[in-house]
């Protein structure tokens, strides 16, 4: 049984910074793509940053320069470093995984496995 638990999200002001953490078990973690989503009240879901099993990264254009997923297959955990946060990155955020590889990593519809999430709240 695949499993997602995420944390580390909380409440911060504005320009400050979290790192979002995300444990994976059930799975041969190496063997998955891994990424980030987020949804904020009234708005639909979006992909923030997705990582492949090679380690290469894609992000969102609006977190481009303050956000960094990493992952460390060692410890099956993926992790979002989040820096010069602002009130619109206000959302709930979820790890996600997909079996795969090369292009599959970086499809947002294909992730299958979620977290329950976590909440980062950021006050001006």
């Known amino acids: 049984q695949v499993r997602l638990v995420e944390s580390g999200g909380g409440s911060v002001q504005s320009g400050g910074s979290l790192r979002l953490s995300c444990v994976v078990s059930?799975?041969?973690?190496?063997?998955?793509?891994m990424g980030w989503f987020r949804r904020a009240p009234g708005k639909r879901r979006e992909g923030v940053a997705l990582i492949g099993r090679d380690g290469v990264t894609t992000a969102t254009d609006s977190v481009k320069g303050r956000f960094t997923i990493s992952r460390d297959n060692a410890k099956n955990a993926l992790y979002l470093q989040m820096t010069d946060l602002k009130p619109e990155d206000t959302a709930m955020y979820y790890c996600?995984?997909?079996w795969g590889a090369g292009a599959t990593c970086f499809q947002s519809w294909r992730y299958e496995y979620w977290g329950q999430g976590t909440q980062v709240t950021v006050s001006s």
């Open positions: 996600a995984a997909v």
């Open positions: 059930g799975v041969i973690y190496s063997d998955y793509c």
